[in-house]
T-cell receptor, first 114, second 119 residues
Framework: ETGVTQTPRHLVMGMTNKKSLKCEQH?????MYWYKQSAKKPLELMFV???????ENNSVPSRFSPECPNSSHLFLHLHTLQPEDSALYLC?????????????FGPGTRLTVL | AQTVTQSQPEMSVQEAETVTLSCTYD???????LFWYKQPPSRQMILVIR??????QNATENRFSVNFQKAAKSFSLKISDSQLGDTAMYFC????????????????FGKGTKLSVKP
């Protein structure tokens, strides 16, 4: 498989559930990102990992917990979410170490919190 | 803080015609990059074109070109000979240039413009 993949593509969960989103990139990149895309709002950067180290946490609530076990995989662990957390969650990756790096996006996980 | 504004929530264009999408941004930085990303319905977001702020020449990629006005902080996208496959959300994005020894800036997106190409 090529590019950036995300599973699951759709997820419905209750506010008391615990679930995880998975992202995998097959591009040899060292930087990975989580974004939240809500209707009529700009994409919101949530987390950035460079060489498995978290370099950015954009004031994200603790009910979202990222994990980056290696440069190819990125997880977003979810627990006790709120209905306003319903959105499309996008993962992206890019090379590290140089400027104007193009970010390659996955197809996203459409999350609905009931 | 940097901001990106796309003032056209929706636009439409006839197939084979030309359309221009607007984008303005606000920054105190002198070195940065600007991007246009395309997100087709139910498909992945892909890069359309990018511009380096220190380059005066406008970037072009086949039917896509930009009009970069640095003083006005304007970065519009022109799509020539529009095709049905151009129907998508288009996002303008800004990235600060990394300082020497530092990490690059993160992408800051506008709200997007929904473009519909009509047959």
């Amino acid at each position: 498989e090529t590019g950036v993949t995300q599973t699951p593509r759709h997820l419905v969960m209750g506010m008391t559930n615990k679930k995880s989103l998975k992202c995998e990139q097959h591009l040899g990149h060292n930087a990975m990102y989580w974004y939240k895309q809500s209707a009529k709002k700009p994409l919101e950067l949530m987390f950035v990992y460079n060489f498995k180290e978290q370099t950015e946490n954009n004031s994200v609530p603790s009910r979202f917990s990222p994990e980056c076990p290696n440069s190819s995989h990125l997880f977003l662990h979810l627990h006790t979410l709120q209905p306003e957390d319903s959105a499309l969650y996008l993962c992206a990756s890019s090379p590290s170490g140089s400027n104007h790096n193009e970010q390659f996006f996955g197809p996203g996980t459409r999350l609905t919190v009931l | 803080a940097q901001t990106v504004t796309q003032s056209q929530p929706e636009m439409s264009v006839q197939e084979a015609e030309t359309v221009t999408l607007s984008c303005t941004y606000d920054t105190s930085e002198n070195n940065y990059y600007l991007f246009w990303y395309k997100q087709p319905p139910s498909r992945q977001m892909i890069l359309v074109i990018r511009q380096e702020a220190y380059k005066q020449q406008n970037a072009t990629e086949n039917r896509f070109s930009v009009n970069f006005q640095k003083a006005a902080k304007s970065f519009s996208l022109k799509i020539s000979d529009s095709q049905l496959g151009d129907t998508a959300m288009y996002f303008c994005a800004f990235m600060k240039h990394a300082n020497y020894g530092g990490s690059q800036g993160n992408l800051i997106f506008g709200k997007g413009t929904k473009l519909s190409v009509k047959p």
